[in-house]
């Protein structure tokens, strides 16, 4: 696999810092994806999780949905992947689901999210409220939450790629 990540400036203004650190993480997800056939990229290998790297990319979708849309500018398209009935239909992924429908599902609501916050300050509160909590979130601490999903899953396709092919990296 190669890389073509690169870092945020380290004297960047902080709005700028955010996104690149976000876009530095989404990469990342997209590089650990790299080469792999259909077939690979739903393998779960770790039993009993069916957690594969197509599962990943399908639910990244989802959160740049849920927070970039439902929360923060209050536009509730519905989910993509999960139901009500099952809440993990975006990680369940068939023979039926292909790396290129799942990727353009994921630019295109990462694209959606660019849109949307650049219509916000960082300090500005979102028009929607959390499913659960009710609560409202500036834009600041959605781009923060964000950072930390990705790098968190990012650590999940980085063992789950080590298992499907050997291949590692940061």
């Known amino acids: 696999?190669?890389?073509e990540r690169r870092e945020p400036a380290s004297d960047a203004d902080e709005r700028t810092m955010l996104e690149g650190w976000l876009d530095?993480?989404?990469?990342?997800?997209?590089?650990?994806?790299?080469?792999?056939?259909?077939?690979?990229?739903?393998?779960?290998?770790?039993?009993?999780?069916?957690l594969s790297l197509m599962g990943l990319v399908r639910h990244m979708a989802e959160v740049e949905r849920g927070w970039f849309r439902k929360v923060l500018v209050d536009d509730d398209p519905g989910p993509i992947y999960y139901t009500e009935e099952d809440r993990d239909g975006d990680f369940r992924t068939?023979?039926?689901d292909t790396w290129q429908e799942?990727?353009?599902?994921?630019?295109?609501?990462?694209?959606?999210?660019?849109?949307?916050?650049?219509?916000?300050?960082?300090?500005?509160?979102?028009?929607?409220k959390h499913r659960?909590?009710?609560?409202?979130f500036s834009l600041r601490w959605i781009y923060t939450h964000m950072?930390?999903?990705?790098?968190?899953?990012?650590?999940?396709?980085?063992?789950?790629?080590?298992?499907?092919?050997?291949?590692t990296g940061d």
């Open 1 to 3: 696999m190669t890389s």
């Open 24 to 50: 530095y993480h989404r990469r990342t997800l997209a590089w650990k994806c790299e080469g792999l056939t259909d077939a690979q990229l739903r393998t779960a290998p770790v039993a009993p999780s069916a």
């Open 94 to 96: 068939t023979e039926a």
């Open 102 to 128: 799942a990727y353009a599902t994921w630019q295109a609501e990462i694209e959606v999210a660019r849109r949307n916050a650049a219509g916000f300050r960082l300090d500005e509160m979102s028009r929607g």
């Open 132 to 136: 659960r909590t009710g609560e409202r």
């Open 147 to 167: 950072v930390e999903e990705y790098a968190r899953h990012n650590g999940h396709a980085d063992l789950i790629r080590e298992c499907i092919d050997g291949a």
